[in-house]
């Protein structure tokens, strides 16, 4: 059974970089080619998709953190990260890490696997 | 960006009931519209993609149908287990958005 699980600092001071890994178990990151996204949830903005790395290193982010985020594959570790510069209270959310349900691109922000959620509060 | 829109916020049903949600998409995502369940302290669970397919191991109660900009997740007898938020997603052209989200609440 697949199974995915975020890590990371839980508080971040304002204007520094969020980092968070999520480590896959359960199956190769290197078997197939899925997706592997990074989703957030946050009581003002909901479920909010930040962006998906295939393994093969191609990334894809959504438009309103496209800026300041920066999604990898490592796949010696079996685990891909997030990082999310400049932050602000703004990003003070429970961070999910995620596998899409099947491989084609269409589909790469579909999402069938879920990590339990990290929170992560940004404060000085 | 696509906008997502839910209806009703909030649902008051008695167990054993039918629920009907809606999700309203600001431009056609075709059939890439997905379901989600999600209770307290837990991750969003997948129940519904290409508009009406269940995914593995979905109870028959949950059936989705619509397509284009206008979609409904239906629960045809709830059970004490699906009361819960749900939350409408499009996935097309790769770009995901969420919908605000439906809470299904005991009445």
């Known amino acids: 059974q697949l199974q995915l699980q975020e890590s990371g600092p839980g508080l971040v001071k304002p204007s520094e970089t969020l980092s968070l890994t999520c480590t896959v178990s359960g199956a190769s990151i290197n078997s197939g080619f899925y997706f592997w996204g990074w989703i957030r949830q946050s009581p003002g903005k909901g479920l909010e998709w930040i962006g998906s790395v295939s393994n093969s290193g191609s990334t894809y982010y959504g438009p309103s953190l496209k800026s300041r985020v920066s999604i990898s594959v490592g796949t010696s570790k079996n685990q891909f990260s997030l990082k999310l510069t400049s932050v602000t209270a703004a990003d003070t959310a429970l961070y999910y890490c995620a596998r899409s349900a099947d491989t084609a691109i269409l589909l790469a922000t579909l999402f069938e696997y879920w990590g339990q959620g990290f929170l992560v509060t940004v404060t000085s | 960006e696509i906008v997502m829109t839910q209806s009703p916020a909030t649902l008051s049903v008695s167990p054993g009931e039918r629920a009907t949600l809606s999700c309203r998409a600001s431009q056609s995502v075709s059939s890439s519209l997905a379901w989600y369940q999600q209770k307290p302290g837990q991750a969003p669970r997948l129940l519904i993609y290409g508009a009406s397919t269940r995914a593995t191991g979905i109870p028959a109660r949950f059936s989705g149908s619509g397509s284009g900009t206008e979609f409904t997740l239906t629960i045809s007898s709830l059970q004490s287990e699906d009361f819960a938020v749900y939350y409408c997603?499009?996935?097309?052209?790769?770009?995901?958005?969420f919908g605000q989200g439906t809470k299904v609440e005991i009445k």
């Open positions: 997603q499009q996935y097309n052209n790769w770009r995901g958005t």
